[in-house]
């Protein structure tokens, strides 16, 4: 007899709870299996720093907060 059939025939034996708990432990186990694992990242964050810096040339940083604000209140 295969030892997939064995192990069929000892889950048969299970308890229905014992069986729902052992399907859930077998899911988590596959998943692992087939899911691809997260790349890691060499990159930096800080490597966005200045990124887009020329759009706020010549703007007071206060100013614009100001006007943000002003502008909620209609």
């Known amino acids: 007899m295969s030892t997939y059939h064995e192990v069929r025939r000892q889950v048969e034996n299970l308890t ?3 069986q729902f708990r052992l399907l859930g ?3 988590a186990i596959v998943r692992r ?3 691809p694992k997260p790349a890691k990242s060499k990159r ?3 490597e ?3 990124l887009g810096k020329e ?3 010549g703007i007071d940083a ?3 907060v100001n ?3 002003d502008s909620w209140n209609g």
């Open 33 to 35: 299996q087939v899911m």
């Open 62 to 64: 206060q100013e614009y």
């Open 55 to 57: 759009i706020w040339q």
């Open 67 to 69: 006007q943000e604000r």
């Open 16 to 18: 229905v709870d014992e």
């Open 44 to 46: 930096s964050i800080l």
């Open 25 to 27: 432990e077998l899911v």
């Open 48 to 50: 966005l720093e200045g």
